[in-house]
């Protein structure tokens, strides 16, 4: 289920879809700047969010890129983040792999993890398939774990005009890595957004969220600076998911935390 999720999204677009296919142009340099806010909730505590990310794509050929973007959030403690990868362009998607890196003052945690992305265009549609993987690090510190969670997504947007922008998908997490029997255990959930470009440059995002069955989320709105393109054009220049508010490396929370096992239930494990 978890890899046919994704294929049945992508098939149920060309069929409803089957005669529009979107035409990409060759890469060009893009940039964009996002102040965001809103609320999240991993294992534990709910809080509120708020900070800036920033989004970049250098071409080095007309089918080959480097993307990469900083974030700054504050909440539950201090955030920074930044990730870079190249991109490759094809005649109707773009596909991308990213280092992404994370420090958490609060929590004094380093994450590092791998995020494959792959875009595939429809002329209204398109059709988007995310999965992301921690490779560094476990944090035991106080009888607390510290550690990243993996991430699977597939999201269709579609436009009503090049102006607006609606999505929706579906996800799985915490199912694999070190820390898929420690942040809840798997979740299974769906994400939601609405953005539209007020005028140049000004897009407003209303809303872009994600939930899991876990009681994990993140909800957002932010206010994003583009230049030149309209929307549409915009989201299809560089790959990435719906914006969701700060660093996303995987999961609805990137780090949770559990209570280390007693002593009785470690021996019964054992």
């Known amino acids: ?40 909730k991993g294992v534990d505590n709910a809080s509120g969010i708020g900070g800036l990310e920033m989004l970049g794509l250098l071409p080095v050929g007309r089918n080959v890129g480097v993307q990469g973007g ?51 265009y429809f002329d209204r549609v398109d059709a988007l398939l995310s999965y992301s993987q921690p490779v560094c690090c476990v944090k035991r510190s106080n009888g607390t774990k510290i550690v990243g969670i993996n991430e699977l997504q597939g999201i269709l947007r579609f436009y009503p005009t090049s102006e607006i922008e609606l999505n929706g998908g579906i996800l799985v997490n915490s199912f694999a890595g070190p820390g898929r029997n420690d942040n809840g255990g798997t979740g299974v959930g769906g994400s939601f957004g609405i953005s539209f470009k007020l005028f140049d440059p000004i897009v407003i995002q209303l809303v872009q969220g994600k939930i899991d069955n876990r009681d994990r989320y993140r909800v957002t709105s932010g206010i994003q600076l583009i230049w030149g393109s309209p929307l549409q054009e915009y989201l299809r220049e560089h790959v990435s998911p719906p914006f969701i508010g700060g ?24």
């Open 1 to 40: 289920m978890k890899i046919q999720t994704p294929v049945i999204l992508v098939m149920l677009a060309s069929i409803l879809f089957p005669s529009s296919i979107g035409v990409t142009a060759d890469l060009k340099p893009v940039g964009g700047i996002t102040a965001f806010g809103g609320a999240e």
């Open 70 to 120: 900083l974030n700054f959030t504050g909440g539950q403690g201090f955030r920074f983040g930044v990730n870079a990868g190249p991109v490759l362009n094809f005649p109707s998607g773009k596909v991308g792999l990213f280092v992404d890196y994370e420090h958490r003052a609060r929590e004094d945690f380093n994450y590092v993890g791998l995020r494959g992305i792959g875009g595939y």
């Open 247 to 270: 660093g996303d490396p995987g999961g609805l929370k990137s780090f949770g935390e559990a209570k280390s096992k007693s002593s009785a239930e470690a021996f019964r494990t054992n």
